[in-house]
């Protein structure tokens, strides 16, 4: 077997299938949207050639960078607070409490769920006259909080960007803490020995050692705040007055509602360079971090 | 180590046998099912056919296998049933013919699968669409089948009745067969008015006063939806209606006149004077129109401005407001161009067939009968009203539709919802200056210059 690995013509045997299929489903659509990117089409009618007009006029509008902008805010809200919160979470379980599983499988929970289910609970919870939210407020006698979550510019950003942190909490709490489980158990051993307090066994000992899940993990959070739709779809579907817009929304609408599918291919394929932009940056960063 | 290298390269093959299983069994599966159920289909065929075979042969002329498929949005229990059973009945009578139906969600199939599918003219051999500028880019395409020569043959056009096909002609054309015609009415809930000691409104000054009344009390006084920008169009192309009048607003949607006048911001205007005086309910720009109307029928929201449909929800055993619903025209304006008797409707949606269908006699058929059909049936469970000439029982009838089709009785003109009307980036600019109004963001004279600006620039184009 290990003499078949070797052999250059076996891995390409192998890795052809797979790779033939990546690129028919994964890469030859993302040349596709970049050529429908140039064109004039509503997606039925004749097509026309305009070159680089639809980047144009997504460069000039300000709803596109509107979009740009809310997606950055949960990317950040992602890795600001969503990562921290899932790191003292598999902390505190990889360190061995009662009932690790039991919590563990708790805060996966909302990973299972299927997003449209999440949206549509947060949705109750933030109906204005009925929802948990505004009730369990006025029930405390904070009536003078209460809002109407979902409906208005202010809020409605914020309270879709909850639910879409929340969910997630549990998927990074459980990469974090298989790391954190791998870590041979000696080494920490070795730090209480040493007089190391839990805290800093965390902080010096456990996180280090962690550091390329945490990298992979920021770059998911971040590309998946990037990309994100289904949630911000379903509760405010953009709204109200584009408050809660986000590119791949802004994309959607270009092609359903409103057959411009050539702009709203250029709007796809900037959200790939964004992507691969963040991912670019964040791998310098950490890669920088890493050789500290 | 040679068994080991078969044993991979068994591996690899077995991954590749099933991948390009894969890719074609999306198509496989269907055909193959289809041909095991028309194959049961003919056994049925065979012991029938003595009885049926002049009927069938007369209108298709042959007794080869038929095979159509038949898009439609109505995968819920009621309205899907009423398919289905005609459905069922048509390949009684048809023993050669099989039909396979596709249901799929309203808004999933208008925004997304049919625009798709027509791209490639891919859709159902009969399928249902909208007519007016929805189904505008497909008949551009040549994916939509003229039935012009069909009807003649068949007499269709002394079955319908007058105006339905409208929206369904393209440069003198028809290309559609209506499904069902509606109106829009305000529908009061008179059990709340009399709690209150509300008059229903007749003219707007009536509204409004109404409004702030139940208002005052702590009631929503209309339902709203405005997270669905089609909701807010409903109300505000109503009050256009009232304000322009019927035959100015078809000219204005069709491109023959502005949008940007005087009539049509003060549309806008009366819609911000519901709004200011709280005639919404709260955070309505988070609510969807479902969400929303449910509260209407649960008997606490005394007024719904909608179109017919809403008689269906008015008059189930599902909810709490049977016989206490009185269905009204939206109220007057004065000074406006519009009487009592023009109303928000018509006939819009239709089914139109493939113009790639192999079967295009037996999808006509088909087409007509399942149209007809449900237009008798959805009429009577209150849905829509007829589009076709016929007969039924009154008392079949939904009595809140009933109302509904006493008030036009008198119609002088229709105007549809203009997001029917309009085409593509002009509806999504006119859901998006809607929730602008109801957010306050936008004015009623930025309203009307956006919607001429908007429809321009997708006239512009197309040409």
Redesign the interface.
């Known amino acids: 077997?290990e003499r078949?690995l070797r052999d250059k013509k076996a891995i390409c045997?192998?890795v052809l299938?797979a790779l033939i299929?990546f690129c028919a489903i994964a890469l030859l659509p993302v040349f596709q949207s970049a050529g429908y990117s140039l064109l004039?089409w509503?997606?039925?009618?004749d097509a026309k050639f305009i070159g680089v007009e639809n980047y144009i006029k997504m460069l000039g509008d300000p709803l596109f960078y509107k979009a740009v902008w809310n997606s950055i805010l949960l990317a950040a809200a992602s890795v600001f607070i969503q990562l921290p919160i899932s790191m003292v979470l598999a902390l505190v379980l990889a360190g061995g409490v009662r009932g690790e599983n039991f919590y563990r499988n708790a805060f996966f929970v909302p990973v299972i769920i299927s997003g449209t289910i999440i949206a549509h609970l947060w949705?109750k919870i933030?109906?204005?006259?009925y929802g948990l939210l505004n009730m369990g407020l006025e029930a405390l006698g904070l009536s003078s909080l209460t809002r109407?979550?979902?409906?208005?510019?202010g809020t409605?950003l914020a309270a879709c960007f909850v639910p879409m942190v929340w969910q997630y909490i549990g998927y990074h709490m459980l990469l974090f803490y298989s790391a954190a489980k791998s870590i041979s158990p000696e080494i920490i051993e070795a730090a209480q020995v040493d007089g190391a307090t839990g805290f800093q066994t965390a902080w010096r000992v456990i996180i280090p050692m962690i550091v390329p899940m945490i990298k992979a993990c920021v770059i998911f959070a971040i590309i998946g705040s990037l990309k994100s739709f289904d949630l911000i779809y379903i509760l405010?579907?953009g709204?109200?007055?584009?408050a809660s817009e986000v590119p791949s929304l802004l994309m959607y609408?270009k092609i359903?509602?409103?057959?411009?599918y050539g702009y709203a291919s250029a709007i796809a394929i900037f959200i790939i360079l964004e992507c691969l932009l963040f991912t670019f940056i964040v791998q310098k960063i950490f890669n920088r971090i890493q050789k500290e | 180590m040679k068994l080991k290298k078969l044993f991979s390269i068994m591996l690899v093959g077995a991954m590749v046998l099933t991948m390009t299983g894969c890719g074609s069994s999306g198509n496989d599966a269907g055909t193959e099912s289809k041909t095991e159920e028309s194959a049961a289909v003919e056994d049925t065929a065979e012991t029938e056919s003595a009885e049926d075979a002049g009927a069938v042969q007369e209108s298709t002329g042959t007794d080869e296998e038929i095979n159509l498929t038949f898009w439609h949005i109505w995968p819920d229990a009621d309205m899907g049933a009423i398919v289905d059973s005609y459905v069922e009945l048509f390949e009684k009578e048809h023993p050669n013919v099989h039909i396979e139906s596709v249901a799929t969600q309203e808004v999933e199939y208008q925004n997304n699968k049919l625009k798709v599918a027509a791209a490639t003219g891919s859709q159902g051999d009969v399928f249902m669409s909208w007519g007016g500028g929805y189904a505008k880019a497909y008949v551009d395409a040549g994916v939509v089948l003229p039935l012009d020569d069909l009807m003649d043959k068949y007499g269709t056009k002394d079955e319908l009745l007058d105006g339905t096909l409208t929206y369904a002609t393209y440069d003198g054309k028809t290309y559609g067969l209506p499904l069902k015609q509606w109106a829009g009415a305000l529908f009061c809930n008179e059990e709340l008015f009399a709690e209150y000691e509300v008059e229903i409104p007749e003219t707007f000054d009536e509204l409004l006063e109404a409004v702030k009344t139940f208002r005052a009390a702590g009631v929503t006084p209309m339902v709203l939806g405005a997270k669905d920008g089609w909701h807010i169009g409903m109300i505000q192309n109503a009050l256009a209606v009232r304000t322009a009048g019927a035959d100015y607003m078809n000219l204005a949607l069709q491109g023959e006149e502005t949008l940007d006048t005087e009539e049509i911001v003060k549309s806008a205007e009366l819609l911000c004077q519901l709004n200011d005086a709280g005639a919404f309910p709260d955070g309505t720009l988070g609510l969807g129109s479902e969400e929303s109307q449910e509260e209407f029928y649960m008997g606490l929201v005394p007024m719904y401005y909608g179109g017919s449909w809403v008689s269906s929800g008015c008059d189930s055993d599902e909810n709490e407001i049977q016989g206490i619903i009185k269905a009204v025209p939206m109220p007057t304006v004065e000074g406006g161009k519009g009487g009592i008797n023009s109303f928000s409707g018509g006939a819009i949606d239709m089914m139109m067939i493939n113009a790639n269908t192999e079967n295009p006699e037996m999808a006509y058929e088909f087409a007509v009968g399942v149209t007809k059909y449900m237009s008798e049936e959805a009429y009577k469970i209150g849905d829509s009203l007829p589009a076709w000439k016929i007969e039924v029982d009154e008392s079949e009838i939904s009595p809140t539709l009933r109302q509904v089709e006493e008030l036009i009785k008198n119609a002088d003109g229709y105007v549809l919802a203009w997001d029917t009307f309009l085409e593509g980036a002009a509806i999504e600019a006119h859901y998006e200056l809607l929730q602008g109004l109801i957010a306050g963001t936008t004015s009623p004279e930025e309203f009307a210059a956006g919607m001429q600006a908007a429809q321009e620039e997708v006239k512009g184009n197309a040409e």
């Open positions: 077997m078949a045997f192998f299938p299929w004039d509503d997606g039925i009618r949705m933030y109906h204005p006259s109407e979550w979902l409906g208005s510019e409605a405010t579907n709204g109200p007055v584009h609408k359903f509602i409103s057959n411009e």
